[in-house]
């Protein structure tokens, strides 16, 4: 390590010194301090926040085809981006309906817009005049924040007496609020655009304020519903904790130095946005609220990818500053390599006297519980860390040896003695039953139709859905071992005591270079990334092959609404993309391959001279970014090289 430079060391800094806050601290002058850092590198954010909300809003009200798609949604397709014609990129773009040209977005923008009462371009350039004002005031704001003024101590005392539930009581009255702009404005306008009405000829929102309208069933209604009941929910447990004291005792004192850390209180943060980005992608399928959304099959898609990429980068994100946190506000304690039991009694018997005794005040006596908690379960680590290996070992070796059996059996031609739903079956218990207890009967389906497209119906779960959900549990668990071992490893193990002396970082190159890999937590940030990739891409895989089998079709003839599986397949009156090919080919790796990740590429890889070009090109160079990232990884890690040095250190 003292080498510094003269190594690699650097670079493993340079990336990882970005963003620790500490580090950046120490290394400023006395008057610029953490906070002003923080609260200006917020205000910079928003203002690119609000920049990218404008940007969005411009091109739909000067380059987009909003008017025309807002009149006849189901033959229009959305388009805000045209190509130039300079080499002929114009090749790109395709007819889009509306008598305009363009590239088809898939952001399902359009359909925001018209859920939330956007009903012409003027009020599109009304968002684009407001979010650029905005960012102006943003900018303006973190500039002067960390150049010229810097708002004193007073300030951020006052800024951390808001407690939980202050923000509660605050989200409450923000969804109400909403609520009531959803019944005064979007749901009037909406109702008067499926009733024919051209929006050019509608009123003013501010008009409808004063009108009585009757609004018809519509599902934005329960969004209203939603907003509505979540606020007065926000609210009343904003009420309670107040007035309970729980919440205000426990955010005034300091909770194992979490609270009080950037990185703790950041780390919590992105594991709650990770989270509500998980479920909403799932939502936005599953629930369709947005008008003329659901049977935009391409949309649904990319919605579903986007928020799904961007819970598995937030929560690598989270436990890489917890790691932070536990290497630079660790509890005292932390048990070392060489005397763990040793600490671990002393913890245990620290724990029993702090509990037992009820003298004192009740800050002292609250912060001792929360040490206790937190030693606790550093104390606890190798058990938590083994029962996560032990079930990756059983998962791995039982999902895949379902492949691998599968795969062998179909090589020998014995189609009857492989796991599927026409030979031996595994079916899904718990998921089995819940749709079971959602309808009368467990061979109900559901279907809702629009212009000839499924927007969601019943879907049958079977063997295939077992066995790839299994793969899912596996990646997942996986990359939660590598993630929780690196944060609850932080500060020491075994074979490195005083790791917290080294830092959140310090490179893989092997003991001669001054480091060893899947040592540090910096390490298993970029292991978990991988595992991260591997995880998110089978969701996606498995999702989209799923949706276009079983969901989404290219021609529906419905003539009664509610009939059993065996009934709509016999009947031919729904005609899938994939004609149901999933549950049939995706129980083996080689239908994977084949029936999936070749066949369904090959469309993209032919694209050459016609308006998917561009997408073709993108694929290309995604898939080679990928084979180059892993050379990067398997070679930058060091595996030979740390062998080799490893030999030569310990001789």
């Known amino acids: 390590m003292s080498k510094g430079p003269k190594t690699t060391t650097w670079i493993w800094n340079l990336h990882s010194d970005a963003h620790d806050f500490d580090t950046q601290y120490s290394k400023t002058t006395s008057h610029l301090n953490i906070g002003r850092q923080v609260l200006s590198s917020n205000l910079a954010h928003i203002s690119l926040v609000f920049f990218w909300l404008g940007g969005m809003l411009f091109h739909g009200a000067y380059l987009s085809n909003y008017s025309a798609w807002l009149k006849d ?33 898939t952001s399902g923008l359009f359909s925001l817009w018209c859920s939330q009462g956007i009903m012409c371009q003027l009020h ?43 923000i509660a009581i605050l989200f409450g009255l923000g969804s109400i609020s909403w609520s009531g702009h959803q019944v005064h404005i979007a749901y009037p306008l909406n109702r008067l655009l499926d009733s024919g009405i051209d929006p050019a000829v509608m009123p003013s929102p501010q008009d409808l304020l004063s009108y009585d309208l009757v609004v018809g069933l519509m599902s934005t209604e329960s969004v209203a519903a939603h907003h509505l009941y979540l606020g007065i929910v926000f609210i009343a447990s904003g009420l309670l904790a107040s007035r309970l004291g729980t919440l205000k005792d426990l955010s005034s004192y300091r909770i194992a130095d979490l609270a009080n ?6 780390s919590i943060n992105l594991g709650f946005t990770a989270s509500l980005s998980a479920i909403y992608s799932h939502h936005v399928y599953a629930l369709p609220v947005y008008p003329f959304c659901a049977s935009d099959y391409s949309t649904v898609v990319c919605l579903f990818c986007h928020h799904m990429w961007i819970a598995g980068l937030l929560t690598v994100g989270a436990a890489a500053h917890a790691s932070i946190a536990a290497v630079s506000h660790g509890p005292d304690g932390q048990i070392s390599a060489s005397n763990a039991s040793n600490s671990a009694s002393i913890s245990a018997s620290n724990a029993s006297n702090s509990a037992s005794q009820s003298t004192g005040s009740s800050k002292s006596c609250r912060s001792r519980s929360i040490w206790t908690f937190v030693q606790k379960v550093l104390i606890q680590r190798d058990i938590i860390i083994g029962h996560l290996i032990w079930v990756c070992i ?8 379902l492949y691998i059996h599968n795969d062998t059996l179909q090589a020998l031609a014995r189609a009857e003695d492989i796991f599927g739903d026409n030979s031996i079956q595994l079916k899904p218990l718990f998921a089995s039953l819940g749709t079971y207890f959602r309808s009368d009967n467990s061979l109900d389906i559901e279907i809702y139709v629009v212009d000839g ?31 929780l071992k690196g944060v609850l490893y932080a500060r020491s193990s075994r074979l490195v005591s005083d790791k917290f002396q080294l830092g959140f970082r310090y490179p893989c190159d092997g003991p001669g270079r001054g480091g060893t890999c899947q040592i540090s937590s910096w390490d298993h940030i970029y292991l978990g990334v991988f595992w991260m990739y591997n995880a998110i891409s089978v969701i996606l895989f498995h999702y989209y092959w799923k949706m276009q089998s079983d969901v989404w079709c290219t021609s529906v003839q419905v003539t009664n609404s509610r009939k059993t599986l065996a009934e709509y397949f ?31 590429s090959g469309q993209v890889i032919q694209s050459y001279s016609s308006s998917m070009t561009g997408y073709g090109l993108i694929f290309l160079l995604s898939h080679f970014v990928w084979a180059l990232s892993l050379m990067f990884l398997y070679s930058g890690r060091g595996y030979w090289q740390e062998l080799i040095e490893s030999i030569l250190w310990s001789r």
């Open 124 to 166: 599109l350039k009304y968002g684009c005049a407001a979010s650029l004002l905005g960012t102006i005031v943003s900018l303006a704001a973190s500039y002067i924040q960390i150049q010229l003024y810097a708002l004193g101590t007073g300030f951020y005392k006052k800024f951390k007496t808001i407690l939980v539930h202050h």
């Open 570 to 600: 016999t009947s031919q009156e729904v005609s899938h993309i994939c004609s149901g090919d999933f549950s049939v080919n995706s129980n083996t790796i080689n239908g994977w391959l084949r029936n999936f990740l070749w066949s369904q």
């Open 73 to 105: 949604p189901k033959n229009c397709v959305a388009s805000a981006q045209m190509v130039w014609s300079l080499v002929g990129q114009h090749i790109l773009n395709s007819d889009v309906g509306g008598y305009f040209q363009g590239i088809h977005i």
């Open 261 to 266: 850390s950037w990185h703790g209180q950041l």
């Open 394 to 401: 059983a998962l791995g070796l039982h999902s895949f040896g």
């Open 453 to 483: 497209k499924v927007v969601t119906m019943t879907q049958e779960l079977g063997t295939a859905d077992f066995m790839v959900t299994h793969i899912h549990a596996f990646t997942i668990h996986v990359t939660l071992l590598i993630l």
